[in-house]
């Protein structure tokens, strides 16, 4: 064997390998969302070879009945045999339609974790390229594939196809070894080794052939997934990235993009229609390969027990039944043919999602709890503090070693890219350094349960986000608040003349903030803001970090919401991240980024002196202020 044979022969045994592990999965995610799924899908399996079987067994002593003249068995065992495959039917009809609602329940809850899962990783993981794409993957083939009612169904049906097949194979093995009684060229037919040899190689040619088309359609189906895939992605971006992203009208109009839109569109929909015929080409020949088998297995089994009944070889009253039996086999391995292929085809779309939800997060978090005090003194320290952002080379920051003093306003600017958010990030362990440690009251911050240690913090980050929720819910981020609570933060944060108006026109705090379309209602920039910062005073984390707060508002209103916000978080620890130099005459201390390092820190007066970067920056912005009129913002620093 040659070494790319040993390579393919473990490629395949590795893929047959994972496969297994899939198909585990599986059932034991059924088997936690709804215990009684498979074993209810088990007995219907057994019913359904019920209602196969017991006509098959039972039509024979009816015939013999009517053969003999015997009328009262006749109708004894035709009575029977109607009443047991009325009831039989019944049950299993009954049971159909209650495992398609059980089922339709399963999709609902499994298609709830998934949406779940990306709620539970951690920052870095929901960040992650390679993440995103698991989940439009997982996604795509949920929608596509990923019915686990469906699933099981054919799983089990599998079982019940093998079931049948010991069966038939058993019924059969009795006609097909009957010796003919008398001579002639039937008899020589009929003889048990000749019929046993012809059946066997018969199933066993029509077998091979179609194995070997369905083994080139799985291989077709297996290249057509990643291409479905893909194309699903596409669309699903061209529609709820660009079509329902209504903000964007504008400038689709402006730059008359709608045609370029429209080609894009055109373009991968043609190449989802075109998917999907060659899939129904696929399913058309596997349809075809089926029908033929069929026929010619029927016309094999007939012909059998016809000749084994013209040469005695068995009853007249069983010919139903062992033609019956022996039509079964090729029908139960055809099935069995047919169930395995799709489980084949669906293998694929299932390891996507098994891939996605085994998904674990990047932070590992540590055990010890978090002091919880009241007068929220707390010490943070980052020690030679170094990063990059998974996947690049270049450092976000570089050899950082702060500390942020207790309940003290700092002040963190920068030019654009000079890592301000990026420090956030670290110091709310959203991220982990690359190199070095961030201590919290002395203690390496990894060491302590990470979600007790997020709620230290309240935060309001430059891309903060509204809710298609009310006003309060979107404050206290529960639907359980308090409400004189979520007023005061609000009317702390400047939002109160505005929920003055919202009280007048009778919704108040349960005014939809945005719609579930798409796009805040009702609010400026400058008052979906203000709500976020709202939502950062409810939290009453002992450090507030505000990042870029103020972006949206003009200086004066930004300079009011600061003096809001000095006199409301007095007994925090706060940072301040702005690209405008109000905020640092609220602070003590002021740290200056520049290319990922600190190169300048101390208070106002002081950096002024220095003549340093700064310096510079300050200068160039009271410039602006005084250009704009704004004159009591440089006169009060």
Known sequence: MSQAEKVNKTSKKEERKKAWQTLLWVLREVHTLKRSYTPLVLIHTLLNLATIYVPILLIAPVLEGFISHNWSKAWTWGL??????????LLKDFLARYLRIQGSD??????????????????????????????QRAFQSMNFEGHFNEFIGELFALLGDLLSLVTSISLSAVLL??????????????QPWLVSVLTILLISLVTLLTKRSNDQLARQRKSYHDEHITVETDLNY?????????????????????PMIGAWYKE??????????????????????????????????????????????????????????????SKSWLSFSENLALIIRRVPYYQ??????????????????????????????????????????????????VTLDMKKRHAVVGLNGAGKTTFVLLLCRLYDPTEGRILL?????????????????????QDFQLFAFPVAENVACDVDYDEARVRACLEMAGFGERLAELEEEGKGLETE?????????????????????????????????????????????????????????????????????????????????????????????????????????????????????????VESC
């Not at 045999?81 to 039917?89: K, R, S």
């Not at 999709?107 to 992650?128: G, R, V, W």
């Not at 996507?352 to 932070?363: P, R």
């Not at 009251?441 to 980050?461: P, T």
């Open 80 to 89: 029977a045999l109607v009443g047991l495959t009325i009831a039989l039917n």
């Open 106 to 135: 399963l999709h609902e809850a499994f298609s709830a974790k998934m949406h779940e899962k990306p709620m539970t990783l951690d920052y870095p993981s929901s960040q992650d390229n390679d993440a995103r794409n698991a989940f």
């Open 177 to 190: 070894l009957s010796a003919p009684k008398g001579e002639g060229w039937l008899a020589v037919i009929a």
């Open 238 to 258: 061209i529609l709820m990235q660009v079509l329902l992203a209504h903000g964007n009208y504008a400038m689709y109009q402006v730059y008359d993009m709608i």
């Open 268 to 329: 991968k929909n043609k190449a989802l229609t075109g998917f999907f015929t060659k899939a129904n080409k696929l399913m058309e020949r596997e349809i075809f390969n089926k029908d033929i088998s069929a026929f010619v297995f029927m016309l094999m089994a007939w012909f059998i027990a016809g000749v084994k009944v013209m040469t005695h070889a068995v009853p007249l009253a069983m010919v139903v039944t062992y033609a019956k039996s022996l039509i079964q086999v």
């Open 352 to 401: 996507d999602i098994q891939n996605y939800m085994a998904k674990e997060n990047a932070l590992e978090t540590g055990t010890i709890p978090v002091e919880k005090r009241r007068d929220h003194e707390v010490l943070l320290t980052m020690e030679n503090v170094s990063f990059k952002y998974p996947g690049s080379d270049t450092w976000a920051l570089r050899n950082v070693n």
């Open 441 to 461: 009251n002395g203690v390496d911050i990894r060491k302590y349960d990470c979600q007790e240690y997020l709620r230290l913090f309240s935060a309001v980050f």
């Open 513 to 633: 903030v945005a719609s579930f379309t798409g796009g805040v209602m009702h609010f400026s920039g400058g008052e979906q803001q203000k709500m976020a910062i709202a939502r950062a005073l409810y939290n009453q984390g002992s450090v507030m970090i505000l990042d870029e707060p103020t972006a949206a508002l003009d200086p004066i209103s930004e300079a009011d919401i600061y003096a809001h916000l000095n006199e409301i978080i007095e007994e925090k620890t706060t940072v301040f991240i702005s690209h405008r130099m109000s905020s640092c005459r609220f602070c003590s201390d002021i740290i200056v980024f520049n290319e990922g390092e600190i190169v300048e820190r101390g208070e106002h007066n002081s950096l002024l002196a220095q003549g340093g970067l700064y310096a510079e920056m300050w200068a160039a912005q009271a410039k602006y202020y005084l250009e704009q009129g704004h004159v009591s913002l």
